[in-house]
């Protein structure tokens, strides 16, 4: 990910940031944005398989995890990553 998928919201106070990489070609293809109210994620958009996503704070003081979310609305199994992890490891692959 070579631009900034995150831009104009990765410096937003209180968000964790997440990519979902995708197992498969998704059997399902949901709007954007997508919304899980109850784990206060937000899917933003897709880059080829990977899901873009933004966790905020629930009520409980914890954040939402992506995974279970993202699994049932495009129909493939997924693993989630934190934004800031991705970056690192892109980092790592190019030195």
């Excluded at 979902?20 to 899917?43: D, I, N, V, W």
């Amino acid at each position: 990910m070579r631009s900034a998928p995150f831009k104009g919201i990765e410096d937003e106070c209180g968000v964790k940031l997440y990519v979902t990489f995708l197992a498969g070609t998704p059997r399902m293809t949901p709007t954007f944005p997508m919304l899980a109210p109850k784990e206060a994620l937000e899917a933003i958009g897709t880059r080829g398989l990977d899901v873009l996503l933004v966790s905020r704070r629930k009520p409980n003081g914890f954040y939402g995890f992506p995974n279970a979310f993202i699994e049932k609305a495009f129909g493939v199994p997924g693993t989630s990553r934190n934004w800031t992890t991705v970056k690192k490891m892109a980092e790592l692959i190019r030195s």
